[in-house]
């Protein structure tokens, strides 16, 4: 079966660096997607990736490995807005997109 | 405004009765969506549509109904409620199959 897992929940501190892991096992792979989810509200996108190597957005950076099954997501300078969801999604080789539960991040003053 | 809205926003019906959840979008996109969200889940697809007129099943589809006579809207019907379908809907439209989703506001839907 297909599978997406990342962390329920994860703490970091204001100002400081938190990184959130997502492994997948999908039936091929077509990029991977991160969002970002604020409590009540809908998914916004973060960050595509579909070659290896890490790609920088400001604040936000998101990392791939194919041959791993592998993705993270790296928050600097954690500010208390960004306290939120993050979900993880992988698109397989008929392009449907499948989803982690997400992963929930609360920043402490 | 230009971008993808729902309506309602919020709904509480009873078992058995029909509900119908509206989407639309302003940007002509091909690709539209409707997934639920639910504790403990990722997004699950129920249906989705890559052009007027065609629609297939996501991975939850059973007691639900979509149609797509326009291009800018994808209602979702529930034809007969049941509480299992207690959730939130998210509608979503992207320009393609492998873009980014671009979702709406979401509809919480609450079945007693």
């Known amino acids: 079966g297909q599978n997406i897992d990342q962390p329920t929940e994860m703490t970091a501190t204001e100002g400081a660096i938190v990184q959130i892991n997502c492994t997948y096992q999908?039936?091929?792979?077509?990029?991977l997607f991160w969002y970002q989810q604020h409590a009540g509200e809908a998914p916004t996108f973060l960050s595509y990736?579909?070659l290896d190597g890490l790609e920088e957005k400001g604040r936000f950076s998101s990392f791939l490995s194919r041959s791993k099954g592998y993705s993270y997501l790296l928050l600097k300078e954690l500010q208390m807005k960004d306290s939120a969801s993050y979900l993880c999604?992988?698109?397989?080789?008929?392009?449907?997109?499948?989803w982690g539960a997400g992963t929930k991040l609360i920043i402490k003053p | 405004d230009a971008g993808i809205t729902q309506s309602p926003r919020y709904k509480i019906t009873e078992t058995g009765r029909q509900v119908t959840l509206m989407c639309h979008q302003t940007?002509?996109?091909?690709?539209m969506f409707w997934y639920r969200q639910d504790l403990g889940h990722g997004l699950r697809l129920i249906y989705y549509?890559?052009?007027?007129?065609?629609?297939d099943k996501g991975e939850v589809p059973d007691g639900y109904v979509v149609s797509r006579s326009k291009t800018e809207n994808f209602p979702l019907t529930l034809e007969s409620a049941t509480r299992s379908q207690t959730s939130v809907y998210f509608c979503?439209?992207?320009?393609?199959?492998?873009?980014?989703?671009?979702f709406g506001e979401g509809s919480r839907l609450t079945v007693l």
């Open positions: 979503a439209s992207s320009e393609n199959e492998s873009g980014e989703l671009f």
């Open positions: 940007w002509s996109h091909s690709y």
């Open positions: 549509s890559a052009a007027a007129d065609i629609t």
């Open positions: 999908t039936s091929g792979f077509n990029g």
């Open positions: 990736n579909v």
């Open positions: 999604a992988v698109l397989d080789s008929n392009y449907q997109l499948i």
